[in-house]
DNA sequence: AAAGGCGGCAACCGCATCACG
DNA sequence: CCGTGATGCGGTTGCCGCCTT
C-alpha cells in the first residue's frame, strides 16, 4: 500500500530530498535514532540520523506508523462508536478525537472516517457532517428559498407592518396575485423578494392608507390582521398531516399561490402548493434518532390545537454563506 | 486472462498556531 | 509587539491491490 519511493530528481541525491514511501532500512534508521537519542529538532534530525528526508516527513512517519504504541489493526465497534460521537460534538478535530483513542493517530481517523464510517452514515440516511437525518437540498429549494424570505423579513423587523399591508392587499384585491406570481421565476426570486421585502409593501402601505385607516378603526370586513397570524401557523398548515416523515421528502413543486388569484374573487386564502421544510419534531426525534443531538438546530416552537411542539431545521440553512450556494 | 475502475491508506502540502528571541 | 522558525493540523494526492467486466 501507499507509494513507491520516488526516485531522487536528476541524480543529484545530495541535494534532493526523498519523498514517497519509506523503505524498511529508512525506517530502521529513524527507530534506531530516536531510540537512542529522542526526536529532539525533528528539522535537525534528518541530518542526525543520517537520513535524506526532511524533518516533516521523520515526524509523520515516526508519529503515524513507527511509534510503538501505536495500536494497528481494525477498529473495534467501541472506538467506532467514539469516534461517531466525537466527531458529532467536534467535527473534523482529528487530534483531538485521536487524542481520546489510545494508540490511534489522527490520519489513521482520519483516512477511517473518510473511507468507512463516512459511507456507513450516508447509508444509514444520517448526513455524516450535521449527524442528523440528511436533506436532500434539491428538493428542498423552494423551502428554502420561503426561509430566505422569512428570515429577510424577520430581519428588517417590519413583519407586522408589511403583512398588514398584505393582508389589505388581499382583501382588495390590488395585484397581490400578480405580486405572488412573479415569485414563479425562481431565478429572480432571492432578488425580487428582497425588493419586495424592502419596498413594495411600504410603498402599497402609503397608496393604501385609506384603507389601512379603515382596518385600523374598524371598519374594514378583515376578521383578522394578518399579523396575528404567525408565520409558524402559515407554514404548519402544510405540514400538519405529515410533519413526523424525515426531512427532504418536498414533492419538488416550487412556489405558493394565492388559490384565487386566476379569479377577480377578494379571497384571502393563502396556500402553499409546496410543503415547506419537513420540520424535525424534536419530541420525536429524542425517542427514535439515536443519531445525535440537535443542539445545533433551530428550534419553532408553536402552540396549537395539537398542543405545544417543538420542531427544529438545521442552523447552517439559515446562514448567508449557504442561502449564498444554493440559491 | 487482461484491462480498467475503485477503495484504502501512507505520505505530502500548505496553512495555522505556538514558542522564543 | 514583531519577526522567524518549529511544530501541528486538516485536506489532498498518488500508488497498490482487489474487484468487476
Not at 526526536?39 to 511509534?67: D, Q
Request: glycine share 6%; proline share 5%; aromatic share 6%.
Amino acid at each position: 500500500m501507499g507509494r513507491l519511493p520516488t526516485a531522487p530528481k536528476s541524480g543529484d541525491e545530495s541535494k534532493e530530498l526523498r519523498k514517497g514511501a519509506w523503505t524498511p532500512e529508512e525506517d530502521q534508521q529513524l527507530i534506531h535514532y530516536i531510540q537512542n537519542h529522542g526526536h529532539g529538532s525533528w528539522r535537525a534530525l534528518p541530518k542526525h540520523a543520517g537520513l535524506n528526508r526532511c524533518g516533516k516527513s521523520c515526524r509523520l512517519r515516526w508519529t503515524n506508523y513507527l511509534r510503538p504504541d501505536i495500536k494497528r489493526g481494525k477498529f473495534s465497534q467501541q472506538e467506532e462508536d467514539l469516534i461517531n460521537h466525537l466527531h458529532s460534538i467536534l467535527g473534523n478535530k482529528w487530534s483531538t478525537i485521536a487524542a481520546n483513542l489510545p494508540g490511534r493517530t489522527d490520519n489513521e481517523i482520519k483516512n477511517y472516517w473518510n473511507t468507512h464510517m463516512k459511507k456507513k452514515l450516508l447509508h444509514m440516511g444520517i448526513d455524516p457532517v450535521t449527524h442528523q437525518p440528511r436533506t436532500n437540498l434539491y428538493n428542498c429549494l423552494p423551502q428554502l428559498l420561503a426561509l430566505a424570505n422569512i428570515k429577510e423579513l424577520l430581519d428588517h423587523n417590519q413583519l407586522a407592518q408589511n403583512l398588514q399591508c398584505i393582508n389589505l392587499m388581499l382583501q382588495t384585491n390590488t395585484g397581490l396575485s400578480s405580486l405572488l406570481d412573479r415569485t414563479n421565476a425562481l431565478p429572480q426570486l432571492q432578488e425580487q423578494s428582497l425588493n419586495f421585502v424592502n419596498d413594495f409593501p411600504l410603498q402599497l402601505c402609503q397608496e393604501n392608507k385609506e384603507m389601512e385607516q379603515q382596518f385600523l378603526m374598524g371598519n374594514s370586513s378583515i376578521t383578522q390582521p394578518l399579523h396575528e397570524v404567525s408565520i409558524i401557523n402559515i407554514l404548519q398548515a402544510n405540514n400538519e398531516d405529515d410533519h413526523h416523515e424525515e426531512v427532504g421528502h418536498g414533492n419538488g413543486q416550487s412556489r405558493f399561490t394565492n388559490v384565487n388569484s386566476s379569479s377577480s374573487t377578494t379571497s384571502s386564502s393563502i396556500t402553499w402548493n409546496t410543503p415547506i421544510p419537513q420540520l424535525i419534531d424534536t419530541t420525536t426525534i429524542t425517542t427514535t434518532n439515536n443519531s445525535g443531538s440537535l443542539e445545533n438546530g433551530s428550534t419553532i416552537s408553536s402552540g396549537g390545537d395539537g398542543g405545544i411542539s417543538s420542531y427544529n431545521w438545521p442552523e447552517f440553512l439559515f446562514e448567508d454563506s449557504f442561502l449564498d450556494q444554493n440559491l
